[in-house]
């Protein structure tokens, strides 16, 4: 009976409802939206395998490693793999069109990152032609390309003119793998540096290195930087997971704002809600009164109005959820591709979504509610709206 | 027209639904007008290190002063261009600068990447800007170096005399500058031969800072580059150009991220607007209907309903400014995509924004208001005094 009239309540002023549930929609949508910005910020930390160390120059990044490190890195026991990279950038098409470019040891990338799927073929002829190059499988639609296809790139780091043909394409193992990257073989890279800029080859950018139990990460890195304590290049070596995040960290304060943002939403959703229900108990303050005079407690009055204002909050919880389908899905087509390489909405976002529709429902009763449970019948009766 | 004293009744009648509706807009308009000083600070912090007269020179493929390598040949090839101005002693005003980037623990946890520049003595002349605070500037050939004050304020062990470590050594800090709020202030500066060799760089500096002579402009300067074939790979760009580029990548994605919440904010603002305004007008049915009858035109309660949301609109939209100019007197600091290296800056406020940030809260009122004003118009005499 009670619950009849919950529902009686939410429907009797139709228009205001639906502008109430939309407006809640919205909200829960653009909450939706930030948590998935958020979550998919941290994609590379939570891609980044348990089983792989990153070592690079511990003054910073940007500065490279001998190539003679690879060998002195595999002796350290616990180490299975060492695999090697080196960041290359370049302009592909044009300024604009951003995604990772990469020199790579060809023989042992694919062990080392075994998120990146080729077929044996494509990585027997990727690993077999000095100018080739693999691709993940959204540059390669991206870009309609093609194995076989030549990529021109125009060096910047590494100036001059590149020519790679493309001979493999990966596919990301799941869809939080950046499917994004581009790789060719690093000594094409080195051969070409000794040729035209002497004194810059036979440097890699960053070593990965894959071992063989997790549990020793700490140690082998410890050794791993004990080596090359007091050389020319220190290293500093990390879990792949602290290397990520060590990235995003300078994020941060942008971060913060967009989780700052996401929380005010919620306080949007309070205030629209809040003033629906305001409204509503305002217009059926005699009801109220009818209602008292006929028996039903302050208790029931609560439930009533309480339960009205979760009713609307469900509902807009549901809409909303529809709504941040639409808000991820548009802005993953909006959002250039390269900024954030995997934009999936976490389970976890639609649950808090749902919760906060629905605390918001509660809390969005209270002052209605203390307000009617106040009203004196007889100031009740005589109320005129 | 309907007298003003009726509309400021309606706000007293309903003052709890009216200031949740302020409260909304005013939260709207708080991040709207957060986001564009967000980004008018990035673009001030990076453009104000810039003259007119000064010349960027970089490799033309370069997206940011770090990925661009100007090697010694070129370097001297530039240096006997006649374009470029004479310093008091006859020699070229510029400096080769190599531009690295080195790891500092942040005060309150975490690492984050700092740019240290190379420069050569005539950096100073060439940067007006640039003021030393404290201490001095470093000696030429020697391991010293100056830190920006957003470096001190933010890095831990980058206060005067501390040593910083890389490059296998150890690097004294003798100096704090100040350099007028710009993106100098979030970086380290040593001697350009020092860190060349520190780093291995050889002679190769990564841009290249000059002064243009007296009535030599942009467009001339850059011919001589086209006319040269050794320069072809090379461009020169105002310094205000260069460094506006530098802000564009961080600039507009903080607009593009921030104009996509705003909007879909307001959607949830107006809403609230129609709400009230649907139920302010369903409350004074009668009322109208009372004064139509008195005379009162069907414009006359359109213009009242609408001045009454204008009149909402607009104190959330001053309660929205209001508190976001409170935003100035905090610095924050995130990631440069084109320098790849930290940058310190303030939420900055213009007169621009205030009116941007006023014209959008009236607009999401007027939006709000529009359909209930337009229905309370329309009733008919007789149905609205039926209706009590």
Request: aromatic share 10%; net charge positive.
């Amino acid at each position: 009976m009670l619950f009849k009239m919950m529902l009686r309540n939410a429907l009797r002023h139709k228009l205001r409802t639906i502008l109430t549930i939309l407006g809640i929609a919205i909200a829960v949508g653009a909450f939706g939206l930030l948590r998935t910005v958020i979550t998919s910020w941290y994609a590379a930390v939570e891609a980044a395998a348990v089983d792989r160390l990153i070592t690079r120059q511990a003054v910073s990044f940007i500065f490279p490693l001998p190539y003679a490190y690879r060998d002195q890195i595999l002796k350290v026991p616990g180490v299975e793999k060492v695999g090697y990279f080196n960041w290359f950038q370049g302009v592909y098409k044009d300024k604009s069109e951003f995604f990772p470019r990469m020199a790579c040891d060809p023989e042992t990338i694919f062990d080392v990152y075994p998120e990146f799927l080729v077929t044996p073929e494509e990585k027997a002829a990727f690993q077999k032609e000095r100018n080739a190059c693999v691709v993940g499988a959204d540059i390669a639609k991206k870009h309609n390309l093609k194995i076989g296809d030549v990529m021109s790139i125009e060096g910047d780091i590494y100036p001059g003119r590149w020519e790679f043909v493309i001979r493999a394409i990966y596919q990301p193992k799941t869809p939080a793998i950046d499917a994004t990257q581009m790789f060719f073989h690093w000594t094409y890279l080195d051969e070409r540096m000794k040729q035209d800029m002497p004194g810059r080859e036979g440097n890699v950018g960053w070593y990965a290195v894959k071992i063989k139990d997790p549990s020793e990460s700490a140690a082998v890195s410890e050794a791993i930087d004990a080596i090359f304590k007091n050389s020319n290049a220190e290293t500093k070596t990390e879990t792949e997971r602290a290397f990520n995040q060590g990235f995003i960290g300078a994020y941060g304060a942008i971060i913060n704002g967009i989780n700052i943002m996401a929380f005010m939403i919620i306080g949007i959703i309070l205030l629209v809600l809040a003033n629906t229900m305001i409204m509503s108990a305002r217009e059926r303050n005699r009801e109220y009164a009818v209602m008292k005079t006929l028996g039903f407690t302050g208790k029931h009055i609560f439930g009533v109005v309480t339960g009205e204002s979760i009713i609307i909050g469900i509902l807009g919880g549901i809409a909303g959820y529809a709504v941040t389908l639409f808000f991820v899905g548009a802005f993953s087509v909006a959002v250039p591709k390269n900024f954030f390489p995997v934009f999936i909405l976490a389970d976890i976002t639609v649950i808090q979504e749902f919760s906060f529709a629905v605390i918001v429902g509660i809390l969005a009763g209270i002052i209605p509610v203390v307000q009617a449970i106040k009203t004196d019948i007889v100031d009740g009766l005589r109320y005129v709206g | 027209m309907v007298p003003i004293k009726y509309i400021a009744g309606g706000f007293k009648r309903r003052a709890l639904t009216t200031f949740i509706t302020i409260a909304g807009i005013a939260l709207v308009v708080f991040v709207y007008t957060a986001v564009l000083m967000m980004s008018y600070g990035v673009e001030k912090t990076l453009a104000s290190g810039g003259s007119e007269r000064n010349a960027v020179i970089a490799r033309k493929s370069s997206q940011g002063e770090i990925s661009s390598i100007l090697d010694g040949e070129t370097i001297n090839v530039i240096m006997t261009l006649p374009q470029i101005a004479k310093g008091a002693d006859g020699k070229p005003l510029a400096s080769a600068e190599p531009v690295v980037v080195i790891n500092l623990d942040r005060v309150g946890g975490g690492i984050s990447n700092i740019t240290v520049r190379g420069v050569e003595p005539t950096a100073i002349t060439l940067r007006p800007n640039i003021r030393i605070t404290e201490g001095r500037m470093f000696n030429t050939g020697s391991r010293e170096v100056i830190v920006g004050t957003s470096v001190t304020e933010r890095f831990i062990g980058a206060r005067m005399g501390d040593k910083i470590k890389f490059a296998n050594d150890y690097w004294t800090i003798v100096g704090i500058m100040d350099a007028k709020g710009s993106a100098f202030e979030s970086e380290v500066w040593g001697d350009a031969r020092q860190l060349q060799a520190a780093f291995n760089r050889g002679n190769s500096a990564s841009t290249m800072n000059v002064r243009m002579a007296d009535g030599v402009t942009i467009e001339e300067f850059k011919q001589a580059f086209e006319n040269d074939k050794r320069l072809s790979q090379f461009e020169p760009k105002t310094e205000v150009k260069f460094y506006k580029e530098q802000s564009e990548a961080l600039a507009t994605f903080i607009v593009v991220l921030g104009t996509a919440i705003t909007i879909i904010f307001s959607f949830g603002a107006v809403i609230g607007a129609i709400i009230t305004m649907y139920t302010a007008v369903a409350n004074r049915i009668t009322e109208i209907g009372t004064l139509r009858a008195l005379g009162f035109r069907r414009r006359s309660v359109l213009g009242s309903f609408l001045l009454e949301t204008i009149f909402i609109s607009l104190s959330g939209g001053v309660i929205g400014v209001i508190i976001a100019s409170f935003l100035q007197f905090f610095k924050i600091s995130t990631m440069n995509f084109n320098s790849f290296s930290e940058l310190a800056f303030s939420f900055s406020l213009s007169p621009g924004i205030i009116i941007n940030a006023l014209i959008f809260s009236t607009i999401m009122g007027l939006i709000g208001g529009f359909f209930p004003s337009i229905r309370a118009a329309r009733l008919k005499i007789v149905d609205a005094l039926r209706n009590a």
